[in-house]
């Protein structure tokens, strides 16, 4: 079983939609990370979380420790927004390093 | 203000040959780490270092081999390739003071062994 598990793996949406994707995790963990990829492109940092929720523009994060689980939402979502979002969590134990989800792929179709 | 860079973009190699993917970064970060991402999975950690000569494996470290000879570089070195190491290879860095838990990514490195 992977250490971090997300879904949906796939989401298509129509523009406009709020978007919910889920980051479980089974390790105890001192930060979560958001991070985003568009096609084909680098990786971007969208939000760390140790503990409840972030917010920048329309993008949300949360996180509930106790429960062990992660929320990315996007409220009035856009086609710009199709991208690739992955959960990582860094571990308390272990290398150090990050420790990632196999991502959520979403399309918004205009 | 260039954060992490790697070279070369793409690059093609045959099987058993040898290469260097570099990595700089510009932010004096102390902590350094090299990661691969295969379709439909997540990115793995291959080597990391926590600062100037001193380098640790990851998950994935069979078939590579890095070194941290200056804050700046940490070059990962693949010795004979295999097909197996087909790949995109990103490296990161992070502070580990101000912002201890932020990493920064470059840009990627895709390779192709044949």
């Known amino acids: 079983k992977n250490e971090v598990e997300q879904s949906p793996q796939n989401l298509t949406a129509q523009e406009g939609e709020f978007i919910t994707i889920n980051c479980s995790y089974s390790?105890?963990?001192?930060?979560l990370h958001w991070l985003q990829q568009h096609p084909g492109g680098g990786i971007v940092s969208l939000f760390m979380?140790?503990?409840g929720k972030k917010k920048h523009g329309r993008l949300i994060a949360t996180i509930n420790i106790q429960e062990k689980h992660s929320s990315l939402h996007i409220t009035a979502s856009h086609p710009r927004d199709s991208a690739v979002y992955i959960c990582?969590?860094?571990?308390?134990?272990?290398?150090?390093?990050?420790?990632f989800g196999k991502g959520t792929h979403l399309i918004i179709q205009p | 203000n260039a954060g992490v860079t790697q070279t070369p973009k793409f690059r093609i190699l045959k099987i058993g040959q040898s290469m260097t993917l570099q990595c700089t970064q510009d932010m004096n970060h102390n902590y350094m780490y090299w990661y691969r991402q295969d379709p439909g999975m997540g990115l793995k950690l291959i080597y990391y270092?926590?600062?100037?000569?001193?380098?640790d494996k990851g998950e994935v470290p069979n078939g590579y081999n890095v070194s941290r000879s200056t804050t700046e570089d940490f070059p990962l070195r693949l010795e004979l390739a295999a097909p197996s190491q087909t790949s995109v290879y990103f490296c990161?860095?992070?502070?580990?003071?101000?912002?201890?838990?932020?990493?920064?990514f470059g840009p990627g490195t895709r390779l192709t062994v044949t």
């Open positions: 979380l140790s503990s």
């Open positions: 390790v105890g963990i001192s930060a």
């Open positions: 270092s926590v600062g100037a000569g001193i380098t």
């Open positions: 990582a969590v860094r571990s308390t134990g272990g290398a150090d390093g990050l420790t």
């Open positions: 990161a860095s992070r502070d580990g003071v101000a912002s201890p838990y932020e990493q920064y």
